[in-house]
């Protein structure tokens, strides 16, 4: 099993674009154990990925509860870069 910062890098490779909320969803099964696998935590591995150009925010939206859900993406050469150096 990869790191869980490796594992949140790669399922933006593989889904059109999405928020903290889908990457804990998705990550749940093999990660939901892990300390680190907190929503702030989580957060912030995808607001690094996007400062170093990883990804990008892709679209905003209000849940229900009127709370801001950030989608970000992985463009074309961020997700190059992330499948050059994590493999799975």
Known sequence: ???LNYAILKFF?????????CVMSALQDQYGHYKAFKKGSIINAIMTAEANGL????RLE???SQEL???????EEGAATI????KG
């Open 13 to 21: 490779t593989k889904n059109d674009d999405a928020s903290a909320d």
């Open 1 to 3: 099993m990869i790191p």
């Open 62 to 64: 209000l849940d229900p």
């Open 55 to 58: 990804l990008e925010e892709a």
């Open 69 to 75: 859900k950030v989608y970000y993406r992985a463009h």
């Open 83 to 86: 499948n050059k150096y994590i």
